[in-house]
């Protein structure tokens, strides 16, 4: 059984900081793409930022020079450093990874329970 288990949202100020983990545990050989999206009230979830397990990273617009987006390959934990939160960065946070379990299977998507990130102005 694989998890991606969350942790560090909270309620913070805009102009405020706030990091973000997620670890992958359980059985697992290989994962390739970590990354976080977000999901506000009323509002698709959105890809926030991904990094590949060679570092290649991508980010949505609107978070770009804002937020930074690591992983540590040997713990299989993915970061999301957010810096100068806004108000409408306000969303529930998922943790995102490709992985396979085992060296010629199946690549399979996983998520995490979800994480609260509030902003107040």
């Known amino acids: 059984q694989v998890q991606l288990v969350e942790s560090g949202g909270g309620l913070v100020q805009a102009g405020e900081s706030l990091r973000l983990s997620c670890a992958a545990t359980g059985s697992i050989f290989s994962i390739n793409v970590m990354g976080w999206y977000r999901e506000a009230p009323g509002k698709q979830r959105e890809l926030v930022a991904t990094?590949?397990?060679?570092?290649?990273?991508n980010y949505a617009d609107s978070v770009k020079g804002r937020f930074t987006v690591s992983r540590d390959n040997a713990k299989n934990t993915v970061y999301l450093q957010m810096n100068s939160l806004k108000p409408e960065d306000t969303a529930v946070y998922y943790c995102n990874a490709h992985l396979r379990r085992q060296f010629s299977g199946p690549t399979f998507q996983y998520w995490g329970q979800g994480t609260q990130v509030t902003v107040s102005s």
């Open positions: 990094i590949t397990s060679s570092g290649n990273t």
